[in-house]
């Protein structure tokens, strides 16, 4: 497998031809950032898709004047706002860091490029953006039908470490309850 991570995370998907793998290695820059960095603010246009090699990122939003955390990733998982990397519109979402991260980016309109000349590039692409249609579709289903507790365990083995690593507030916002819910998870009570 490529040693760069992102590469790597489309051959899993699709095998690559050497070319492909260079061009797209090309693209893909690397930043060491602190905890706090805004990867994306609210109103911004997303141009960039990122890939979190080492630390812990989350999207959130503003809803009735409380920050709702809509996702994370952590340790070799991708991060963007979709809605805006694919209409070019103004982003109501936002990326921030959780903690200090290896964060691995690249633009969206490049790979884009890449994909029309490298058709194998293209599938992994589809692919990837597949298996996050079935990431969202798992995670409204998991809200509309799963118990605060049941919902608590999936993020532990969607993001593992994770409740070890992020503000309990944050977790209690992407669980939609409370952090007093999540103590009682926690200690067994619920």
């Known amino acids: 497998m490529h040693s760069d991570p992102v590469i790597a995370a489309f051959q899993r998907v699709q095998p690559l031809p050497d070319e492909a793998i260079a061009d797209l290695e090309k693209i893909i820059s690397e930043e ?29 939003y503003h809803r009735q004047d409380k920050e709702v955390t ?15 990397l694919i209409t070019q519109q103004p982003s109501h979402k936002a990326i921030h860091l959780v903690e ?8 969206v309109k490049a790979l884009d490029e890449l994909c029309a000349r490298h058709h194998d590039l293209e599938r992994a692409s589809r692919r990837m953006a597949l298996f996050g249609m079935l990431q969202g579709q798992e995670r409204i289903e998991s809200l509309r039908f799963h118990s605060a507790a049941e919902r608590y365990a999936l993020l532990e083995r969607t993001y593992p470490g994770i409740t070890n690593r992020c503000p309990l507030h944050y977790i209690a916002s992407y669980l939609n309850t409370t952090p007093v819910s999540i103590s009682r998870i926690r200690a067994g009570v619920q």
């Open 32 to 60: 060491h950032l602190r905890k706090g960095t805004e990867l994306l603010r609210i109103g911004q246009v997303a141009r960039n898709m990122f890939f979190i090699r080492n630390g812990l990122a989350r999207v959130y």
């Open 70 to 84: 809509d996702y994370f990733a952590i340790d070799g998982q991708f991060i963007g706002a979709v809605p805006s």
């Open 100 to 107: 200090d991260s290896d964060v691995l980016m690249f633009p």
